[in-house]
Every structure is written in structure tokens, then in C-alpha cells.
């Protein structure tokens, strides 16, 4: 079971119930306060313990059955903490994660090794439960997932029209400049470049351009400030960052007709004319500190400007006294009144709605609501789900006879269509993951330290029946050899930079006939070294791969642009900006009070 949080505290008691002989829990984290409300395995007393270890010793009171409970305090990504052969002693494999990255890892792994997989989510109100079985129904990226919405950059910068789009100003550029940790690089002349470049792409108005680049560096002398030697500079940084960002930066805006052709002009903020008395009166008063906690009203310009003032005191405290940089943490206070500040400030220039500070947060942190229920009830699917697996008798990996046992479940709040489920259908042919072959690349330390790259090369093209010559990446997106790329063929296998243990080996047939195929390498100890057997496919043109996205931290499969929309009792249909024709799938309503669940 992977994800000891929401869901997996849930699934866990399931499990330990059902009489399962063995379980291995995962998880990387610690228990936090704000876990306790729904992850019902955790009381007050485990805060900042290990979850596994805690969920282990919690479910011990009722663990009727004598199940074997093994928890694993780490990262399932860890290939170190956790290789191929770790992965392989398990008949089954629970995920009861909350982000796409461990989930797509997880389901490659089962993937490689053919073990059948529950996947599991939920929003909300909205839960979802696919039973994965690889190769033979769909797999977790076979159905694309909706990415985080971004903004265009002109947006953010020149010409917000809605909260969101200032509080991404707020704490994706401004805070981001200021406090963060990269943002210093701003100022060498080959990363200006790499700037202009980026803004080049995204507009042609070169006014507004150079205009942002201004913009930039001037921010980066503000953060020399934050420490600078001399107090007096010091004591300098947040009025001249208000001035600067509110009035100057504004100002110069404005001055760039082309934006306003069509569109209401900011108002540049008056501070020392209109606001720096009123502030320095609030500052007087340690009482207004309450400002700050009132955090589900709407505070006036004022107030926001002190909020903004005390947050950037602290954090340009903390910057001298103790920490390098400051990243954004919606549990970090202090960030998260600046951010809530500096975007409310710029709402009013922009004569855009402010928002309070417990709406800004929930934007700011991508929270999204976790029901106890939903899980619960998404969990008790999972484990009765896994049922007709055991129930079956599977043999080599052949998953044909479960399929019709097996259906993907969902439960949302819909009045009368609580739950719904949809057969399973084969994999997509366009999914990047199962369009693949797969398989284990088991090399010995022998093998890894006398044969080269051409030896693994000459063995691909005679073991697979390539017509001539192959490509191979290895990771992400090193290549290490192809038709013009041969430097490293007398290379021993173990000189080649990054091939160890737990690493890819993505291999292209460089006549585009057969598909690609990928290979985990497998040094951990094996008798011989040898090459999966595989019969490689005739390649299907078009595979979409994955756009993959630094901040794809989304917690469900379901999410607004995914909803599912339940249009009779026969058609379920996801509707997720693609063809919905070919999302189209029967489902199948399940007995809610009967005995005949099938799932
Ligand atoms: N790569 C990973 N390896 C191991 N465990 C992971 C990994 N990624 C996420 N998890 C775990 O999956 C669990 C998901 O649970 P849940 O969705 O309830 O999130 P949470 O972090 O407990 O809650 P919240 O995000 O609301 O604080 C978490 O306990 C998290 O630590
Ligand atoms: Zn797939």
C-alpha cells in the first residue's frame, strides 16, 4: 500500500480486516495536526511521527488476523530504498497516493513487472477506483489528466483582470524574486538573455518587454537591500519595494498605450501623498497585530499595506538572522501574508476584487477540500475491488478472465448516482505508458564492468530483430547512442555516466518499425546477465507523450476540467476537452444495498 494518508489510513483498516497474510506500507511523510481530522489512525500524540510506522502500530489493536504489517518509512520513487526485486515479492500493489508523479512511477513499475494495481482519489465529493491490470485494461496514463492552469506571462505581469491572477503574480514573481532562492541569477547577462527570450515568446510588444525586463532587474536590486551592509539601506527595503511595485511599476505600465486600448488603466497607488501616515499610525499600535488574524474578512488598503509591511519585516528578519532564502509555504505565515497582501494591493490598482485571507490561501495553496467520507467510502471500494484478483487464478501474468469481474467505480454527491462504475477497457493505444514494451535488464557486476556499449547495442539488435540500428536514452533524456552519436560505444557499461541501478533505457528503432521499449536496469545481485524476453510490436505511429509539469501536484484523478458527467443510467462519459465519442463507456449502476457489488 502506497500513501498512508486520507485514503490509506482507511484502506489499511480494510485491509487488516480482510485477513491478508502480508502488507508493506509506504509512505515518505510525518503525521501533521491538520492530518488529524480525517486520517483517523492518528491522534494528537503522533504528530510529526512517521506515518507508516504509526499507521503500523495503530492498527495492531484490531489486526484480528494476525496480518504481518511491514511499514517503509521513505519515497516509493527511492529505487535505492526500494529496487525492482523489493517490488516483486508483492501479488498486489494499493495506491492511496495524492500527486500524478508517484502515481505514474508506481503504475511503471507495475507496468515493468505486470503486477495488477488499484488506483485510487478523490476531490471532495468525487472519488474514483481503477483497477489496473497491465496490459489487458487501462492503465493509469491512459486516459490524459488535466495539468495545473497557467497564466500567460503578460497576464500576470501587465494586465491581471482576476484575483488568481494577481495572487500568481504575488507569490509566483514577487515573492519569488525577493525572498526565493534562485531569483539572484537575474542579473548576468547571459540569464537576462534567457529572460528576453522567454517574454519574446509570449508577446511582440517590445515596449512591454523591455518594460518587464526594467521591471526584473530593479526587483533584484530591491533584494540587495534586504541585506545590504549599511542599516540605513536597510531600514530602505520595504518602502522603496512599495513605492516601486505599487507606484512606479504602474506608472510605467501606463505609459504603454497599446495595453489599454481595450481595457480599464490601473490606478498607480498614492502611498506617500494618500497612505503613509495611515500606516505608520497602524504600525504604532501593537493591538493591530489582530489584523492579521482576521483572516476570513476583507481588509481595507490600509490594512493590507501594514500586513504587507510586518510580513516583509519578518521575512527580511529571518533573511539576516538565520535563512538563506524563503520559499512559499501556504503554512508558513509569513509568506503567506505577503503573498496575501502584495495581492491584494495590486487587485485595487487593477480595480479587481479583493479577497480574504483564507480565500487567497486556498488559491495560493492549491488546497483542495478532503472529505473523511469520500475516502472512506473510495477505500472500502479499493479493498473489495482487489477481491476477484484473489478470487481468480491468475497464472503468467494473464489478467483476460478478471476483466469482466473488475470495473472502475465512482462516487460524487449527484442526487440518485452515487456510485457508478464502468467496465474496464483495453489499453489506449495512444498512452505513452502502455504503447511501450517493457522489461528487466538484469546485469551482473561482470557484465556491467566488461561489456561495452556496443556489446549491449549488438545484443539488442540480434535478441529484438531490429532491421539495422537503434537509439538509446538513458533517464529522462540522455542520449547515449544513436546512428551520429557514437562516443560512447567503447565504453564499458559501467563508465557510461548514470547507468546504475534503477535507471531507464528507452530504445528506438531507429526504421521506426518496431515500438519503443523500455528497460529497467537491474544490478542489484542476479545470477546471469541477461535481456528480457520480449516479442517487440509493430510500432503505432502517433503516441502522445505526457506533458509533464514541474507543478503537477494534483491530488485527484477528477478534477473540474476531468468531471464526469453522468448523463443516463447506461453512459458514463469523461469529459476532459477531448472527443468525448471516444470516451464514451458503459456502466454499469452497482446495488448499493444488495450483495451484488461488483467491483
Ligand atoms: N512519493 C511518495 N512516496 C511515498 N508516499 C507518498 C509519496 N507521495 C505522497 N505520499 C504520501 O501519500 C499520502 C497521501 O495522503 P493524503 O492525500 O491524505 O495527503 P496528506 O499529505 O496526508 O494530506 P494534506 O495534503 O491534506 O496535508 C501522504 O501521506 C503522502 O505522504
Ligand atoms: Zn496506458
Not at 502506497?2 to 487488516?16: D, P, Q, R, T
Not at 501606463?254 to 497602524?282: C, M
Not at 476584487?353 to 488546497?367: H, P, Y
Not at 555516466?497 to 531507464?504: H, P, V
Request: net charge negative; charged share 25%; with cysteine.
Amino acid at each position: 500500500m502506497v500513501g498512508a494518508g486520507g485514503i490509506g489510513c482507511e484502506l489499511l483498516k480494510n485491509l487488516v480486516l480482510s485477513q491478508y497474510g502480508e502488507i508493506h506500507i509506504v509512505d515518505l511523510d510525518t503525521i501533521t495536526l491538520s492530518n488529524l481530522n480525517r486520517q483517523f489512525l492518528f491522534r494528537p500524540k503522533d504528530i510529526d511521527k512517521s506515518k507508516s510506522l504509526t499507521v503500523v502500530k495503530a492498527v495492531e489493536a484490531f489486526n484480528y488476523h494476525n496480518t504481518k504489517l511491514v511499514p517503509h518509512h521513505g519515497n516509493i520513487m527511492d529505487t535505492n530504498q526500494f529496487p525492482i526485486a523489493w517490488w516483486d515479492q508483492f501479488s498486489y500493489v494499493f495506491n492511496a497516493l495524492d500527486n500524478l508523479e508517484a502515481r505514474r512511477y508506481v503504475n511503471k513499475m507495475c507496468l515493468f513487472l505486470k503486477k495488477p494495481l488499484m488506483e485510487s482519489g478523490t476531490t471532495g465529493y468525487d472519488g474514483q477506483v481503477q483497477p489496473i491490470f497491465p496490459y489487458y485494461s487501462e492503465c493509469f496514463e491512459c486516459q490524459a489528466k488535466a495539468t495545473p492552469k497557467t497564466y500567460p506571462v503578460c497576464t500576470i505581469r501587465s494586465t491581471p483582470s482576476q484575483p488568481v491572477h494577481c495572487i500568481t503574480w504575488a507569490k509566483e514573481f514577487l515573492f519569488h524574486q525577493l525572498f526565493d532562492e534562485s531569483s539572484s541569477t537575474v542579473t548576468t547577462e547571459q540569464s537576462k538573455e534567457q529572460q528576453r527570450k522567454k517574454l519574446e515568446e509570449e508577446t511582440n510588444d517590445k515596449q512591454e518587454i523591455e518594460n518587464m525586463l526594467k521591471e526584473s532587474n530593479e526587483l533584484s536590486e530591491l533584494r540587495q537591500l534586504i541585506k545590504a551592509p549599511e542599516l540605513d539601506d536597510r531600514k530602505q527595503f520595504i518602502h522603496r519595494t512599495i513605492i516601486k511595485i505599487f507606484k512606479v511599476d504602474i506608472e510605467r505600465l501606463l505609459r504603454i498605450d497599446s495595453l489599454w486600448k481595450t481595457r480599464v488603466k490601473p490606478v498607480p497607488l498614492q502611498f506617500d501623498e494618500s497612505y503613509a501616515h495611515e500606516l505608520s499610525s497602524l504600525l504604532s499600535d501593537k493591538a493591530n497585530e489582530n489584523i492579521i488574524n482576521r483572516d476570513t474578512q476583507v481588509w481595507s488598503l490600509v490594512e493590507n499595506l501594514y500586513v504587507f509591511y510586518k510580513s516583509s519585516e519578518n521575512l527580511q528578519k529571518r533573511l539576516n538572522e538565520s535563512e538563506t532564502f524563503v520559499s512559499f509555504d501556504k503554512d508558513d505565515e509569513d509568506t503567506l501574508n505577503f503573498v496575501v497582501a502584495a495581492a491584494n494591493i495590486r487587485c485595487s490598482i487593477f480595480n479587481i476584487e479583493v479577497k480574504s485571507k483564507f480565500d487567497i490561501k486556498q488559491i495560493a495553496g492549491n488546497i483542495i477540500p478532503a472529505i473523511a467520507t469520500t475516502n472512506a467510502i473510495i477505500s472500502g471500494f479499493s479493498s473489495l475491488g482487489a477481491l476477484s484478483f484473489y478470487k481468480s487464478q491468475v497464472e503468467n501474468n494473464d489478467f483476460g478472465n478478471i476483466l469482466s469481474d473488475s470495473s472502475t467505480v465512482f462516487v460524487s454527491i449527484r442526487p440518485n448516482k452515487y456510485i457508478t462504475s464502468a467496465s474496464l477497457v483495453g489499453p489506449g493505444d495512444q498512452c505513452p505508458s502502455c504503447s511501450l514494451s517493457r522489461g528487466l535488464l538484469n546485469l551482473n557486476e561482470d557484465e556491467l564492468n566488461t561489456w561495452t556499449l556496443k556489446d549491449l547495442v549488438d545484443k539488442l539488435i540480434h535478441s529484438y530483430g531490429y532491421n539495422d540500428d537503434v537509439s538509446i536514452i538513458l533517464g529522462q533524456s540522455k542520449l547515449i547512442y544513436d546512428f551520429d552519436f557514437d562516443d560512447n560505444l567503447d565504453k564499458k557499461l559501467s563508465e557510461i555516466n548514470g547507468f546504475r541501478n534503477g535507471e531507464l533505457l528507452l530504445v528506438q528503432d531507429e526504421d521506426d518499425i518496431l515500438e519503443n521499449m523500455e528497460l529497467y536496469i537491474n544490478t542489484a545481485p542476479v545470477d546471469s546477465s541477461n535481456l528480457p524476453i520480449i516479442k517487440l510490436r509493430p510500432k503505432k505511429q502517433n503516441v502522445g507523450i505526457p506533458e509533464e509539469n514541474e507543478e503537477d501536484q494534483y491530488k485527484e484523478i477528477i478534477t473540474q476540467d476531468d468531471a464526469i458527467m453522468i448523463e443516463d443510467e447506461e453512459e458514463l462519459i469523461i469529459n476532459d476537452n477531448e472527443d468525448s465519442e471516444s470516451k464514451k463507456r458503459k456502466a454499469e449502476p452497482l446495488e448499493a444495498n444488495g450483495k451484488k457489488f461488483k467491483v
